[in-house]
């Protein structure tokens, strides 16, 4: 689903970030990606969300090389991503339920089943009740639920994580991590970058740890 | 690999039908984002009256100032069409035209529909009256003869082409010049046309004045939602979705700014309405100043909008690319 064939990135300012990474997640895997912070981790999801491309080898998502994707495909590519951010990145000033239904409206569905599938999310992540809530009145765990929510409203295949657990208390935490598994469970291939070994070393998926930008080692 | 619940996993099997509810459901969520995006800009614009009614009346005195000078070209164009002597054409006649002649030329003239009026300056008065201004007193005296000719004054009709009465009177029999004095009507027309351009100039360099300040709005907007738009733009928002609401908050500036515009304008010529009256009644005159009239407003909202749209296009072409999710 996702495939890296000696991928390098280098920034310019001379940061070797990625150094000859080739690895390879198949569909409807789960996988954990974990380093020191530094190590590669955000830039790897972020070559997939071609918000930054590599400077050398070549990074096929669903079969499609992204070397070939143009600037203007490149909203319609992150549409079948799913994105969920450590900071939650939700907008401030619209309800739960606009947080959610966002992805639907800039996809272009009809409002009805734009309601019918932004509730179908939030109940999925527990949130229902909540849908007319301003996101800053919701506790950090619930936040992140909502983004998660707005990540699988879409109904991608590939849901992408960068420190989802980041701010959270282990219990919380584990609930998060619970969510990703049912939505693993229901076929959407998982990536989730996290430096938190203890919660994630309890489940059982496999994980692949950057060091430095290189690949130290796939463990199933 | 296991049976995937999302929809454009599988292989799709709906037929054209379907694809074409799909493409209806395309144009009906567009255009829903439309009235979504041109709502969700004027609450935005309204949320802050403050600024935005600062904002609004720039953009309406910037606009109102030409369309003002515009107003008053026009009134000052129409006084002087109204004018009853526009020109003058000045009949030289014959040496060997008498008194007589010339008086029984002139009353035929006065008969004339085309001529308001025609006045006979007699060659003896007008020696005697050169001999006096000038000085020449003792020279004219020496003359043997008058070597002035008679003259008439010709004031053209309202409504008669000057130049046309001047070939229907350089025919006539005692007539040997007939000059049109039109040195001021040019003077008055030239006037005119250099204000005009004026006006012209004055109105390019408001309007770009506009659009800049439009420009520099929408930046500041778009500035302010930043984060809006790298969130839009990593969840799969092209760049027209981005661009929609910025462009709708140039097009409610620029109207509101042409709104005030005309409501400029429209209070200065009530201001100015009873001093020109009573000014024309001096002059026992019916001269009423015009306005911008319906169509000048509507003209003047339609312009303020798309300026609105084309400072808010130039900000957004140039500041939204620079703004990508890091």
Not at chain 1, 165 to 188: C, H, K, R, Y
Not at chain 1, 195 to 214: E, K, N, V
Request: glycine share 8%; hydrophobic share 45%; aromatic share 4%.
């Amino acid at each position: 689903m996702i495939s890296f064939d000696r991928v390098s990135k280098r920034y310019e300012e001379g940061h070797d970030a990625l150094r000859e990474i080739s690895v390879e997640i198949t569909r409807d895997e789960l996988v954990f990606l974990t380093g020191h912070s530094g190590a590669g981790k955000s830039t790897l999801l972020r070559l997939i969300m071609l918000m930054d491309r590599p400077t050398r080898g070549k990074v096929t998502v669903d079969g499609q090389d992204l070397a070939k994707i143009a600037s203007r495909a490149i909203p319609r590519h992150r549409r079948n991503i799913g994105v969920v951010f450590q900071n939650h990145q939700l907008l401030h000033d619209r309800s739960v339920f606009d947080n959610v239904a966002l992805p639907l409206i800039i996809a272009g569905y009809d409002h009805r089943e734009v309601a019918r599938r932004a509730r179908a999310a939030l109940d999925k992540v527990g949130l229902l009740e909540r849908e007319r809530a301003l996101p800053i009145t919701l506790s950090g765990g619930e936040q992140q639920r909502v983004g998660i929510a707005r990540a699988v409203v879409g109904r991608p295949r590939i849901l992408l994580a960068d420190e989802p657990t980041g701010n959270l208390d282990p219990a919380l935490s584990a609930e998060i991590m619970q969510l990703f598994e049912a939505f693993n469970q229901v076929g959407v291939t998982v990536l989730i970058a996290s430096h938190d070994l203890a919660l994630i070393s309890r489940l059982q998926h496999r994980i692949i740890t950057l060091r430095d930008g290189r690949l130290l080692g796939a463990a199933a | 690999m296991r049976a995937t619940p999302s929809p454009g996993a599988g292989p799709r099997r709906e037929g054209a039908s379907a694809s074409r509810a799909r493409l209806l459901d395309r144009y009906r969520s567009w255009r829903d984002h439309h009235s979504l995006s041109a709502a969700d800009s004027l609450r935005r614009v309204l949320e802050h009256p403050g600024s935005s009614l600062l904002t609004w009346l720039v953009i309406g005195i910037a606009l109102a100032l030409p369309a003002a000078l515009n107003v008053a070209l026009e009134n000052a164009r129409e006084i002087s069409g109204n004018w009853d002597s526009p020109a003058q054409i000045s009949l030289f006649l014959n040496q060997s035209a008498t008194r007589e002649m010339a008086q029984s030329l002139q009353s035929e003239l006065v008969g004339r529909g085309d001529v308001a009026s025609a006045r006979l300056v007699d060659k003896t008065a007008a020696l005697a009256e050169f001999a006096e201004l000038s000085g020449f007193a003792d020279v004219v005296a020496s003359l043997d003869e008058n070597p002035l000719p008679n003259l008439v004054l010709v004031t053209p009709a309202t409504g008669v082409e000057p130049s046309d009465l001047q070939s229907e009177l350089v025919v006539l029999d005692a007539v040997e010049q007939a000059v049109l004095d039109m040195a001021w009507v040019q003077r008055l027309n030239n006037l005119m046309d250099l204000s005009r351009r004026l006006v012209l100039g004055l109105a390019g360099i408001l309007v770009l004045g506009v659009v800049l300040i439009l420009g520099n709005t929408i930046r500041l907007a778009i500035e302010n939602r930043r984060e809006e738009i790298v969130i839009v733009k990593l969840v799969g928002g092209s760049n027209a979705f981005v661009r929609r609401p910025f462009l709708y908050t140039g097009l409610w500036y620029g109207v509101g700014g042409g709104l005030f515009a005309a409501l400029l304008v429209l209070a200065a010529l009530f201001f100015l309405d009873e001093p020109v009256r009573n000014l024309a009644r001096l002059y026992q005159s019916s001269f009423e100043l015009s306005g911008i009239g319906l169509i000048g407003s509507l003209q003047l909202v339609l312009l303020g909008g798309l300026l609105g749209l084309l400072g808010a296009w130039l900000a957004v072409s140039r500041h939204l690319g620079a703004i990508e999710p890091r």
